[in-house]
């Protein structure tokens, strides 16, 4: 193989389909989105595959890249393609659209089972809430508080493989971060949807969300913090 | 190997879950050999002398060793659930293992 192209081997097709190889010239600094990019402006114009800003804010170009979920535009094949040559597949444990692109719906959708958003319980009458940055609760909530939905978490959990009905590592976090929440009015809710079946106490503590997410986040740390908040909300009869 | 998989403490949960099949085989064996000391003594005393060959006892070794890793495994996942979250969990995986490991050491040498 020569050092200045690279051999590509990029998925067509649906749940059913092919891989396709492509030949693409190797650039200093080149990503793996670049090279995707590349390949639909140069060589494949019907390859399909999603992204955004480029730069690791939007969490839109998650794909699978020799067999590990990265975030594309952020990844630079220097890094993963050790050996001259690039697979790249879609995100696993989502329905495929088409090529590189995944069907998020049912991401999404168990953001919303989880009860992840934010229940106010002030009125535009109260002033600001205080919240201490040195508080406990605050630092747990700080630290998962970056997620970008990316869903290479959801995409390495083999929990939610095998468990179709599970919420995932990365609407779990989101959870965690409101549990945090003093301000969030909608806990005993929360806490009822993620306790269960499918929800936090399903997590194997595998921790291959937290060794792939790119923004560093810790799934298996929020998930386990959830384990104890809904034990302790079920012996007080909480939930 | 390229996949998501393969990281510290994947390789913990494939150990704890294989030790824990392989223990689920082992244990209906042990109860039936022990059954024996019931109403076959004599097939008993010769199980017994059978378990004195050194294969067994390395056979043995193997069988502490995982017994071993199945108790520290689970009280891995017990701390992980139930006390406050700790990022050195690569290290608690090696202590785990190193405890499962130096269980088999102590069994093989007292094994003579």
Same mark, same amino acid.
């Given at each position: 193989?020569?050092?200045?192209?690279?051999?590509?081997?990029?998925?067509?097709?649906? @749940?059913?389909?092919?891989?396709?190889? *492509?030949?693409?010239?190797?650039?200093?600094?080149?990503?793996?989105?670049?090279?995707?990019?590349?390949?639909? !402006?140069?060589?494949?114009?019907?390859?399909?595959?999603? *992204?955004?800003?480029?730069?690791?804010?939007?969490?839109?170009?998650?794909?699978?890249?020799?067999?590990?979920? !990265?975030?594309?535009?952020?990844?630079?094949?220097?890094?993963?393609?050790?050996?001259?040559?690039?697979?790249?597949?879609? &995100?696993?444990? &989502?329905?495929?659209?088409?090529?590189?692109?995944?069907?998020?719906?049912?991401?999404?959708?168990?953001?919303?089972?989880?009860?992840?958003? *934010?229940?106010?319980?002030?009125?535009?009458?109260?002033?600001?809430?205080?919240?201490?940055?040195?508080?406990?609760? !605050?630092? @747990?909530?700080?630290?998962?508080?970056?997620?970008?939905?990316?869903?290479?978490?959801?995409?390495?959990?083999?929990?939610?493989?095998?468990?179709?009905?599970?919420?995932?590592?990365?609407? &779990?976090?989101?959870?965690?971060?409101?549990?945090?929440?003093?301000?969030?009015?909608?806990?005993?809710?929360?806490?009822?949807?993620?306790?269960?079946?499918?929800?936090?106490?399903?997590?194997?503590?595998?921790?291959?969300?937290?060794? &792939?997410?790119?923004?560093?986040?810790?799934?298996?740390?929020?998930?386990?913090?959830?384990? !104890?908040?809904?034990?302790?909300?079920?012996?007080?009869?909480?939930? | 190997?390229?996949? #998501?998989?393969? #990281?510290?403490?994947?390789?913990?949960?494939?150990?704890?879950?294989?030790?824990?099949?392989?223990? %689920?085989? $082992?244990?209906?064996? #042990?109860?039936?050999?022990?059954?024996?000391?019931?109403?076959?003594?004599?097939? %008993?005393?010769?199980? %017994?002398?059978?378990?004195?060959?050194?294969?067994?006892?390395?056979?043995?070794?193997?069988?502490?060793?995982?017994?071993?890793? #199945?108790?520290?495994?689970?009280?891995?996942?017990?701390?992980?659930? $139930?006390?406050?979250?700790?990022?050195?969990?690569?290290?608690?995986?090696?202590?785990?293992?190193?405890?499962?490991?130096?269980?088999?050491?102590?069994? %093989?040498?007292?094994?003579?």
């Amino acid at each position: 193989m020569s050092n200045d192209t690279l051999t590509v081997e990029i998925w067509r097709g649906r @749940e059913e389909g092919e891989f396709q190889t *492509f030949q693409v010239p190797r650039m200093a600094s080149q990503t793996v989105l670049d090279i995707v990019t590349y390949v639909q !402006r140069n060589l494949d114009p019907g390859l399909s595959y999603r *992204f955004a800003c480029r730069v690791g804010v939007c969490g839109s170009c998650a794909m699978t890249v020799n067999g590990k979920p !990265r975030w594309t535009c952020r990844t630079h094949v220097d890094k993963v393609a050790g050996d001259g040559t690039l697979r790249i597949q879609p &995100l696993k444990n &989502l329905p495929v659209i088409r090529d590189l692109a995944v069907d998020m719906t049912e991401f999404f959708q168990k953001w919303t089972r989880a009860q992840a958003h *934010f229940v106010p319980t002030a009125t535009r009458g109260d002033d600001f809430a205080q919240v201490s940055p040195d508080d406990p609760r !605050r630092k @747990e909530a700080s630290a998962g508080i970056e997620c970008i939905n990316c869903g290479v978490c959801y995409s390495a959990c083999d929990t939610v493989a095998w468990l179709g009905d599970y919420l995932g590592p990365a609407a &779990l976090n989101r959870a965690w971060t409101l549990v945090n929440d003093e301000r969030d009015g909608g806990q005993a809710a929360r806490l009822k949807a993620i306790a269960g079946a499918g929800g936090c106490q399903s997590c194997h503590s595998h921790q291959s969300c937290f060794e &792939l997410c790119p923004k560093h986040l810790n799934p298996t740390a929020a998930i386990a913090g959830l384990k !104890r908040a809904t034990v302790k909300a079920a012996l007080k009869g909480e939930i | 190997m390229k996949t #998501h998989r393969n #990281h510290a403490n994947y390789w913990a949960f494939v150990l704890h879950r294989v030790s824990g099949l392989a223990l %689920l085989l $082992f244990l209906p064996a #042990h109860f039936y050999v022990l059954a024996l000391a019931v109403e076959e003594a004599a097939t %008993l005393d010769m199980f %017994l002398s059978w378990t004195e060959a050194p294969v067994v006892k390395l056979l043995e070794t193997g069988l502490v060793i995982l017994l071993a890793a #199945h108790m520290t495994g689970g009280l891995r996942i017990l701390a992980i659930e $139930f006390l406050a979250w700790r990022d050195w969990q690569k290290s608690v995986v090696a202590i785990t293992g190193g405890l499962s490991l130096a269980a088999g050491l102590i069994f %093989l040498l007292n094994a003579g």
